[in-house]
Structure formats: structure tokens, C-alpha cells
């Protein structure tokens, strides 16, 4: 897939690179006791380390440390036995230690890579430079004085990993499913819960535009903290074009720090420009370096999930479903959860295509999720069988499987509540039949002639007699036999 | 008659235990003797009615019969680094103006918990950046001993307020920090003892932090073995410190023997300095004949990066600094002078909040570790640290224990290099190099300069043994039979 | 190496503090002082050398992920020069 865009002068092809700030699954903080839960009061979880008071220490917390190594063999990483925590020296009003606990020269998690399979079925791999551990900052609140910014440091300190790609990104699509593979991987793993909205997760996106052919890289800019993938491929899009048009008129490409404005689609330059970016990284000596050991790693190893590139996988090797489904299926540990419930004793194709098309168009209808389903897992597995086992008809399992959504209720009580089981008596059958074929004598010749097609019409006729109860199968198989001549 | 304030710790503590001496008598007596010696400007804060009042709890123990430890109604001045609940801590900084902590040093939460009575908050050199006690925002402390030229001496620095009061007999004791000689330096010139632990010996959490890998707390005493006692009620593990060492403390006071025959006593031929007065290498060879005489054995050693390793603390050190006093930016605590822009109210704060020392030191670090300089000074620096601290390590192949002059000189008159920092800077040139290995060392008054001003020497050992630290320093002590008294302040009162 | 004056406010941009500029020769010859005396460190040979990095010989002591701080705005907010309870405040950022 090759996204380029056309130029007055030439064809210029996208660079992108992406660093992904995922918050940490943790109880409390990286470097302090205080909690991290999203929501709180403002400044109550805020410890005296996290205020930076004078003389405070870092302590770690073995949590976090084992979470980005966790995350570091989900993408496929070198763990590093050694790494060092440094201080990135800067001034911000969220920045209390005047410093960022960070990783710069030996970060704990090294070179990885990710698959990407994309939407026109063709595979990209995307390099992955390093995880790192680091802090994050507090908040700026701007909109509550006129003439002062308010600070709340509630997360100042929580545990983030870095994720940082290399430029090995070339259309918005694959920066989207690049961003989507390392939320679903991070959301299997439990190491971050991915929710770009509260903001667990950020994307950084570095883009830069080159014609087709260059070999070295242009300028590029670094558009900050944008909340949501499609936001991302938006910002890329217009970054690219506006890259283009610059270089086009004869202009440079600033290195520069941009803003993502969602309303207008565009990016902006940052007012605050830092002065020149000087963050006299150092190891911090209020702690040591981290030193792992390969049971440590191995500890953490035997602990991980089935990861969403496995499980894909399985389900196209021993449950025979398409590539295209299985995909669908394993983007989400708590769909693929689902449907290996459903699928477990069945026929897994047939659970696969409830799922997907039943079930997942449902949820989409009623803005839902899969963890907030109104059908459980167990009852849509109920209602397979009660197709398999010709208690209903498919076409009754929609009409039920909608009530099932609407009720939350089991398929085998709202079958027999409602009557619906399937009419299987071939006496039943039968009258039905022979009423049809009694009252409608012209369209019973038009069979006899040799007119097939009015064998259907006569099914409609008898399902509509029997409320759709009736074994559609065994419909034709009377209607032919009686209408044979 | 001894007045209860001039007595040792041991000597209290013999009292204390046996009725004849009331806490609440000690520390009376300590804080008369304070109020009687404004003069010195030892103290930033005295805080009489809080020590009467822990005096008090500590007679109502001693009375039950359930006192709590080693340091049960010993009255302790308190460098004013250390943080302290409820109690006003400066770090003699104007950038920490009206900074009252919520809550207590794990050191002085130790020393509390062990029975002692703080009586106040020490003068200091502003963070603790300095070698005469001349760069505080509150004025420079001026040392008990005098000279009949009437011109003031500094106590040394930075624990300059910690060491005069001890000497002018205001507090039993004292804690204070040392960096780069911090306690040894200001021993030396107000002739008492100092000593300075193995670096992760005593927990840095709730102190004011001036270069993390270097900065360890330690006490000030009037003898060695009072330091001993001191150190016992300081020290210890903490979890809340990543660099504390996770080790037992040892019965520092029983390593105390009176023996010292065999120790093996390391002289290393570096710290003979061109240009030293003849006074120094006097005081440094008497040291040497002591131990000789208690039965030592005296071994020539070298440390041949001696002399690199002042240089090298002057940028490790700073650039430490840097980032330790980014946290001082008007925002959570003490001095805000407001501005049009976050930067400009920054730039205002620290621009009139920090002195002009703490400013030189704070851009020398900024810059050591800047773009394009981080390799050659700061990366250089600390690779010559590993090759300083090897030195150490070779030595102690040899060697039991080092002994050397703790300054180049007896204390000089406030005011006297105050132009030329690298002069001031020289005043640490023998205590630094231990610092930088994170060695646990000692200064013992020796003797008297030409001048009649103390001279210290100085004790190194191998990390973590400071049970031989003092029990050299016992021997040398008793050797150098020091007597001689500062002759003005608080004493005798 | 020479630090200029230039320089020297550029260091001190960097650490946020302001310096007059009448101060700021004296001070930038004060840096150069320093600057000059410390280079005498180019004459070790620190070839191969490991920069140190602590001298505690020890490993990083792990902490197990257990909330025990925070829950107390107040206590973080009393030292405050000028705040809004419950928050900080700065003069205005404009981002
Ligand atoms: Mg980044
Ligand atoms: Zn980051």
C-alpha cells in the first residue's frame, strides 16, 4: 500500500515515527507510595516525593519495573539486565523536581518488533527502537484564573512507559494499526489500560515528508500528546500536506513542536517554545542502576497470555477461520475471550460469524462494548446449539437473538416462552402443506408444469402458517414430493 | 565547677542515669548558653520551649525507668539542613524563606526516637555549598576561638554553626552534613571532633539535599567517643532512601579499645602539598608519632589521584547541584517573587533567592552537563572518581587506616578569601578525596597552629569500618591529650 | 575553553536565574576561573575507565506496589506561597 502524495514538483512519501507514553498499570506510583487512580480530588494523591519537598528520594516500585519488562517480551524485545535511571533537567509548572525521572543511554527495554496485518491483507513489520520507564507530569489547568495556570499534580509520578518506533511508518493507516497493535498488546499483557481518552495512552507522532526516491530524512516535527487513532491519522494527513506545501514553495520544514487541534483538524506550532532544548541528562544519584536477573525475566515470561499475533494464529490453524475473522477476533483479549466461549464445543465458524456480524453489529447499534454485552457468552453458545440441534431455524435464531439483546435473557427459555421451538411433526408439516396446496390450486399447477421457482413461493406460504416454525427443510421435501406429477 | 552544658556526652550521660543531673538541668543550661552566645550566630533557630518540653518527656522516662536509648535527655543542635517538623529549616537560603517542613529527617526522627532533645537549627554555608560558614543568608558564624588581632575567625563550613556550638559549649553535640568536608573541615578550625560515615551509613531522606552521591550526615562531638554514641543514635537502614546501605549497625562505642597496636596506619606521600605551611606537615607528623608510640605500625602509601580530586568534586558536586535546586522554584514552598511569565517568576525566585556561591555553582553544573560538554567534564569527572576510589582500595590492601592533616590551615579571618573561590575551594583539599570514595573518615584535634588555633587530623578507613575509625581516633585522641579551650562564646558559663 | 558572556546567560536562562547585567562579567570571569582549574582533569588517564556511577556497592532496593502516601492535599499545599486550594498556582501558561 503505498500512500504518496502528488506534489507540483514530484511525489513525496511520508515518514513516520511514532513514541507511544502508556501509562502503567499500577497500584501506586513509580517512585512513591501514593496511588494513581484516575479521578481523584485534585492534589490528593500526592505524596511529599511527588511535591519534590526538599529532600525527598525515589524509591521504585518493583511493579512497574516488571510491567515494562512484561511489555518489552510482548513486543518482541531485547530486556536489558542493565539500565539506568537518569534526570531530563527542565523548568514546567507541572514538573515539581524540576527534572523528569527518565531513561535516555541505557533504557530496560531495547530493539523489538511489531506485525502489522493491514485492512488490504498485506503484512508490515515496524521496528520498535526502545521502551523506556519514566514519570509522569502533573497537570496544567488553565481556564480557572485569568491571570494564573493551576496545578494539580495527581499524576505527577505515575509510572509511563515509552515506546518509541522507528520511522518505518509510511501512510496514516499504518501509524493507526501500528497504535492499535500496541494498545491491543499492552490491554492482553495488563500493563497499561490503553484509554487514549482519560489519556493512559498518548501518541508523540514525528512526521516528516521526503520525495520518492531521497534516501535521507527532511525535517521533521513532533506533534504532542494527541488523544484518539483517528485524530492521529488526522494530524498525520494534514502535517504531510502542509509539509509538502512548505517545501514546495521553496520553504523550510521547522524542527519544531506542534499541537493537534481537533476541532479544525489541523496542527499548530506551540507558543511556549522551550528555549534551545538543553536536558543535561545525567544518571540520577539518588538511585542505582537496575540490574535483572534472567530469572527475574523468566519469572515475568511464564507469566504472559497468549499475545492477540498467537491466538490469530490458533484460531486460523485449529478453528479454520479465515484470516480476516480471526483477526477481527483477537484485536480485543476480552472479544477473543468471548469467543472462544462460544466457539468452545461448536462449530467455531459459525460462532465466529455470530459473533462478527450478530453480535458485533448489535454492540456497534447500541453503542456498547463486548465487556458491557447484554448477551453473555454462554447464551449465544446456548442459541448455536439450539441451531445445530434444528431446535429453531436460523432465521428464528435472529428473532431470538434479538430479544436475547434486548432482555439479556437465555435463548432456551425464550424459545419455550414463546413457542418458537421448531415444528419437526411431519403430521403437522404435512396439514400445513396440504392446506397450502388445497387453497392455492393455480399456483400448485404452475409447480406441476414445471415452474421450480414456485416451490418457494408455496415455503413462504407454509412458514407463514406455522409462524416460521417449521422445519424448512422438511417444507420442501413435502411440497416436492406432493407436487411432483 | 563544670556547668551541666560543658559536660560530654558520656559524662551527661553518667549523670542523667545516675539523678544527679535532670534533663531538664542539661538542656536549661545549653539554651542559657545559646541565649548567651548570640554573638557566634550559631543558630538560625533556637527552639527553647520545644526543648524544655522534650527535656521534660525525657525526665518523666528516666523517672519511670523506661528511657528510650543511647541518647536519653542529650541536648543535640541541629544543622539546619536537616528537615524538622513543625520547625523552621532554611538551608540558610533565602530561597526557603518561612519553609516549616511537615515532616521529620528519618536522622533526626532517629535521634528523637533514641531519647535526645534538639535545641535549635545550626547555622550553615547557604546548601551547605561552602568552607567558612560566610555564604548564609542569615550572616556568618563567627568561631569561639579568637586571636588577640580581634578580628573574627570563620568556624569553617559548611556545618560552621554545628561546629561552633559544640566548641562554645552550647550544645553537648551537634549534627551536621558533609559533602566534601563539611563536618571535618569546621572540627578542624573550632577544634573539636567530627566525622563523616560511610556514605548509605545514615539515611539522606528529609535532608536538604546539596550532590546526592556525596552528601551523608554525621555528628560533632567533643570526643571521639562521644561521637560513637552519637553516630549509634543516627544511623541505620532506610527503606525510604534507595542509597541507604541495608546492613546492621554495629556497637560503635564498644570498637572503642584504647588498642591500637598493629593497626597498620597508611601516610600517603600525595598530601604532602608544595606550599604548605610547615605548621601542617608538623601537626601531620606528630599524628604519625602518636600511633607509633601506642604501638601502631606506620606504612608510606600513595594515592596518586590525590590531587585530582578536588577538580573533580568541583563538577561532580555542582552538577549534583543543579538539578537537586531545580525543586526551588516559588511554586510549593518558601521565596516567590512573582513575574509576567512562569519563566520570569522562576528567574525572579531564584535569581534573589539563591546567593551568589549557590548561583556559581548551580551555573558551573548546568554548564558541566550542557550539550556538548556532559562527556568532557562531566563524564571525565566521574571516571576519574573510579580511579581515585581504586586508589583507596589499593591502599587498604596495605593499610588499616589513613592518616592525614584535615585542612591545609588553621581557621582564616571572616572576610579572607572571599574574592577567589578556588582559594576557598583548597580548604577541602584533604577532606575531599575520601568524600569522593564515600569513605568514612574522622578529624581529631591534633594540636594548636603557630597561631594558637586547633589544627585536626584526619582518619580514613574502608567503607562501613567505622569501628576502627574510632577506635584510632580514641588512641589519638588521648595521644594528643587536646585541653586547650576557645576562649570566648559560651563556655565556662 | 573560555566561557563568554554570552554563554554564561545562556547557562543562566537555562537555570532560571536571573543575573543583572552589570554582574554579569564578573561572574562569567568567577565560571571561567573554575572552568580553567577543573580541566587540569584532561592530564588522567581515564582510558577504559567505567564513569562511577554510585559509590554504594550495592543493588537498587525494589519497592513492593502498595499505596501508603498521599490522601492529604492540605499537607502538601500548606508551604505554598500562593496557591488556590487544593491547587498549585503559577502565573499564567500560555501553550
Ligand atoms: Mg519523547
Ligand atoms: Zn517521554
Known amino acids: 500500500m503505498s500512500y504518496l502524495i502528488k506534489g507540483e514538483t514530484a511525489d513525496w512519501e511520508l515518514v513516520i515515527g511514532l513514541e507511544i ?13 501514593s496511588a494513581t487512580a484516575f479521578g481523584a480530588a485534585p492534589n490528593s ?14 524509591v521504585i516500585n518493583k511493579h512497574c519495573i516488571e510491567q515494562a519488562v512484561k511489555t518489552g517480551l510482548g513486543l518482541n524485545a531485547q530486556i536489558n539486565l542493565h539500565s539506568v535511571f537518569e534526570r531530563k533537567n527542565y523548568f514546567y509548572a507541572d514538573l515539581p523536581q524540576g527534572y523528569q525521572i527518565s531513561q535516555f543511554l541505557h533504557p530496560i527495554v531495547g530493539e523489538g518488533k511489531l506485525v502489522l496485518d493491514m485492512e488490504d491483507g498485506s503484512v508490515r513489520e515496524i521496528g520498535i527502537e526502545r521502551l523506556h520507564m519514566e514519570q509522569d507530569a502533573g497537570k496544567s489547568i488553565h481556564d480557572k484564573d485569568p491571570r494564573r495556570t493551576f496545578i494539580d499534580l495527581n499524576r505527577a509520578g505515575v509510572c509511563l512507559m515509552e515506546i518509541v518506533s522507528h520511522p518505518e511508518m509510511r501512510s496514516p493507516e499504518e501509524a493507526g494499526a501500528y497504535v492499535r497493535k500496541v494498545r491491543s498488546i499492552v490491554r492482553y499483557l495488563e500493563t497499561c489500560d490503553g484509554n487514549m481518552e482519560e489519556g493512559s495512552m498518548r501518541a508523540d507522532v514525528n512526521v516528516s515528508v521526503r520525495k520518492v526516491g531521497e534516501t535521507d530524512l527532511r525535517t521533521r516535527t513532533e506533534t504532542k500528546n494527541v488523544n484518539s487513532v483517528r485524530f492521529m491519522m488526522q494530524a498525520i ?7 509538502v506545501e512548505v517545501w514546495e514553495s521553496g520553504g523550510a520544514v521547522d524542527q519544531e513542536t506542534r499541537l493537534f487541534d481537533p476541532d479544525s483538524g489541523e496542527t499548530r506550532a506551540m507558543r511556549s517554545k522551550e528555549y534551545a532544548h538543553d536536558y543535561r541528562y545525567f544518571p540520577d544519584p539518588d538511585l542505582l542502576p537496575i540490574e535483572l536477573t534472567e530469572a527475574f525475566i523468566d519469572a515475568i515470561r511464564e507469566q504472559m497470555p497468549e499475545l492477540p499475533d498467537q491466538k490469530k494464529k490458533r484460531f486460523m490453524r485449529d478453528l479454520g477461520l479465515s484470516a480476516y475473522d480471526a483477526d477481527v477476533l483477537v484485536g480485543e483479549r476480552e472479544t477473543a475471550d468471548y469467543f472462544e466461549v462460544v466457539a468452545q464445543g461448536r462449530d467455531a465458524k459459525a460462532a465466529a460469524n455470530w459473533v462478527i456480524s450478530n453480535l458485533f453489529g448489535a454492540l456497534k447499534a447500541a453503542e456498547k462494548d463486548i465487556t458491557s454485552s447484554p448477551v453473555s457468552a454462554e447464551h449465544l453458545g446456548r442459541l448455536l446449539d439450539l441451531i445445530a440441534d434444528d431446535t429453531i431455524s436460523g432465521r428464528i435464531a435472529k428473532d431470538v437473538f434479538e430479544i436475547m439483546f434486548a432482555t439479556g435473557q437465555d435463548p432456551v427459555l425464550i424459545v419455550e416462552e414463546k413457542g418458537l421451538r421448531q415444528i419437526t411433526d411431519t403430521g403437522a408439516i404435512e396439514a400445513a402443506v396440504d392446506q397450502a396446496i388445497a387453497d392455492n390450486p393455480d399456483q400448485a399447477e404452475e409447480v406441476r408444469q414445471g415452474n421450480a421457482k414456485a416451490i418457494g413461493w408455496f415455503v413462504g406460504q407454509v412458514m407463514q402458517k406455522t409462524q416460521g416454525k417449521a422445519n424448512p427443510q422438511a417444507v420442501n421435501k413435502l411440497l416436492r414430493d406432493k407436487l411432483s406429477s | 565547677m563544670t556547668h551541666a552544658n560543658e559536660l560530654t556526652i558520656t559524662q551527661a550521660r553518667d549523670a542523667l542515669s545516675a539523678g544527679d543531673l535532670s534533663a531538664t538541668e542539661l538542656t536549661q543550661a545549653c539554651l542559657d548558653a545559646m541565649a548567651a552566645a548570640r554573638d557566634l550566630n550559631a543558630f538560625i533557630t533556637e527552639t527553647p520551649e520545644l526543648a524544655l518540653q522534650r527535656a521534660a518527656q525525657s525526665d518523666a522516662r528516666i523517672a519511670r525507668g523506661e528511657s528510650l536509648g543511647g541518647l536519653e535527655g542529650i541536648p543535640v543542635a541541629v544543622k539546619d539542613l536537616f528537615g524538622t517538623q513543625g520547625v523552621l529549616t532554611t538551608a540558610a537560603s533565602h530561597i526557603l524563606d518561612g519553609f516549616i517542613p511537615r515532616y521529620e529527617s528519618t536522622v533526626t526522627e532517629n535521634l528523637l526516637n533514641a531519647g535526645s532533645v534538639m535545641t535549635g537549627k545550626t547555622n550553615l554555608d547557604e546548601f551547605a555549598m561552602g568552607s567558612a560558614n560566610v555564604t548564609s543568608y542569615y550572616g556568618p558564624v563567627k568561631n569561639p576561638w579568637k586571636r588577640d588581632d580581634g578580628k573574627d575567625r570563620v568556624p569553617g563550613g559548611s556545618s560552621g554553626g554545628s561546629a561552633a556550638a559544640v566548641a562554645a559549649h552550647l550544645s553537648l553535640a551537634a549534627i551536621g552534613t558533609d559533602t566534601g568536608g563539611s563536618i571535618r573541615q569546621p572540627a578542624s578550625f573550632c577544634g573539636i571532633v567530627g566525622m563523616k560515615p560511610t556514605y548509605g551509613r545514615c539515611s539522606r531522606w528529609g535532608v536538604v539535599a546539596f550532590a546526592s552521591s556525596l552528601d551523608q550526615a554525621g555528628p560533632l562531638t567533643k570526643t571521639v567517643r562521644d561521637a560513637a554514641i552519637l553516630l549509634q543514635g543516627m544511623a541505620g537502614h532506610d527503606v525510604k532512601d534507595s542509597t541507604s546501605a541495608p546492613m546492621a549497625v554495629p556497637d560503635f562505642e564498644a570498637a572503642i579499645t584504647g588498642d591500637v597496636r598493629g593497626l597498620r596506619v597508611g601516610i600517603p606521600r600525595e598530601y604532602q602539598i608544595d606550599g604548605s605551611p610547615a605548621e601542617i606537615d608538623a601537626i601531620w607528623q606528630k599524628g604519625a608519632d602518636m600511633f607509633r608510640d601506642a604501638g601502631a ?30 525543586r526551588y522554584d516559588g511554586v510549593r514552598y518558601g521565596l516567590r517573587i512573582d513575574g509576567d511569565s512562569l519563566d520570569q517568576m522562576y528567574e525572579n525566585t531564584r535569581g534573589e533567592g539563591f546567593g551568589d556561591e549557590v548561583k556559581r555553582r548551580v551555573l558551573i553544573g548546568a554548564y558541566v552537563l550542557s550539550a556538548g560538554y556532559y562527556d568532557a567534564y562531566y563524564v571525565k569527572a566521574q571516571q576519574v572518581r573510579s580511579r581515585i576510589a581504586e586508589d583507596f582500595k589499593t591502599a587498604f590492601q596495605k593499610v588499616d587506616v589513613i592518616l592525614t592533616p584535615t585542612a591545609p590551615s588553621t581557621a582564616f579571618a571572616i572576610g579572607e578569601k ?11 583539599v584533604f577532606t575531599v578525596p575520601a568524600s569522593m570514595a564515600g569513605l568514612p573518615c574522622m578529624s581529631v584535634p591534633g594540636g594548636l597552629g603557630d597561631d594558637g588555633l586547633p589544627l585536626g587530623l584526619h582518619l580514613i578507613t574502608k567503607p562501613f569500618d567505622e569501628e576502627t575509625l574510632f577506635r584510632a581516633g580514641d588512641v589519638l585522641e588521648k595521644q594528643a591529650n587536646f585541653t586547650a579551650r576557645p576562649n570566648s562564646g559560651g563556655a565556662g558559663r | 575553553m573560555s566561557l563568554d558572556t554570552t554563554t554564561v546567560r545562556k547557562i543562566a536562562v537555562l537555570a532560571r536565574i536571573r543575573i543583572e547585567d552589570e554582574k554579569l562579567p564578573a561572574l562569567a570571569d568567577d565560571l571561567n576561573n573554575i572552568i580553567g582549574w577543573v580541566e587540569q582533569l584532561s592530564e588522567v588517564d581515564t582510558d577504559g575507565i567505567a564513569p562511577m556511577t554510585s559509590v554504594a556497592e550495592m543493588t537498587m532496593p525494589f519497592r513492593e506496589d502498595r499505596v501508603t502516601d498521599g490522601d492529604d492535599a492540605e499537607r502538601v499545599l500548606a508551604n505554598a506561597p500562593d496557591k488556590s486550594p487544593p491547587y498549585f498556582t503559577v502565573p499564567k501558561v500560555v501553550e
Open chain 1, 21 to 33: 507514553h502508556a501509562q502503567v498499570i499500577s497500584n501506586s506510583k513509580l517512585f512513591s507510595g
Open chain 1, 237 to 243: 494527513e494534514y502535517e504531510a500536506q502542509r509539509q
Open chain 2, 418 to 428: 572571599m574574592d577567589d573561590p578556588i582559594a576557598m575551594y583548597m580548604n577541602d
Open chain 1, 45 to 58: 494523591h500526592v505524596s511529599l516525593v511527588d511535591a519534590a519537598m526538599p529532600g525527598m528520594l525515589p
Open chain 2, 297 to 326: 605500625e606506620i606504612v608510606d602509601i600513595s594515592l596518586p589521584h590525590t590531587k585530582y580530586a578536588l577538580p573533580t568534586y568541583y563538577i561532580v558536586a555542582p552538577a549534583e547541584a543543579s538539578s537537586n535546586l531545580s
